[in-house]
């Protein structure tokens, strides 16, 4: 798999996704969705934090520090992070080799455990999350935003 690509591909969809949150009031934004599923801002921190989990404490062997509240409250500042973040992350991937894919990395679980996986591993894990938490944010905000649907004319 390009991963460079895939997370490219990803980001401009994620920068869509996050014009149309624009326009919402801070109280959609912020407001659970239904049956209890998660907020829109909820659902975007996840999205950024298991990336930044991965790129920084697995690939980058740093020390993992969550974003402070204060960094996630609006989608302005949300977008100011996904943004920076976004260029850390896609220079890590356009600088790896060949030979950093199976380097083996230690893999923190949201759970709490963790077990060393390759480098490849990390990425694959965050290419699926990434589509699946793209899927729920279209979701979230078609039910804060309907789209109009075709009718018969």
Do not use: N
């Amino acid at each position: 798999m390009d991963y460079a690509e895939e997370f490219e591909l990803q980001g401009h969809a994620m920068d869509e996704l996050l014009l149309e949150a624009f326009a919402l009031p801070q109280a959609a934004f912020t407001a659970p969705g239904p049956d209890g599923t998660p907020a829109l801002r909820e659902l975007l921190v996840e999205w950024l934090e298991t990336q930044r989990r991965a790129v920084q404490g697995s690939i980058l062997g740093y020390q993992y520090h969550p974003l402070p509240p204060t960094a996630t409250t609006s989608v302005a500042e949300l977008a100011r992070a996904f943004g920076g973040f976004r260029l850390t992350f896609m220079e890590t991937i356009e600088a790896a080799v060949d030979s950093d894919m199976e380097r083996r990395v230690p893999w923190a679980s949201p759970d709490g455990t963790t077990k060393d996986v390759t480098v490849s591993q990390v990425l694959a894990q965050l290419a699926e999350h990434g589509e699946r938490m793209l899927t729920l944010v279209e979701t979230r905000l078609e039910q804060l935003v309907p789209r109009p649907t075709d009718t018969p004319t």
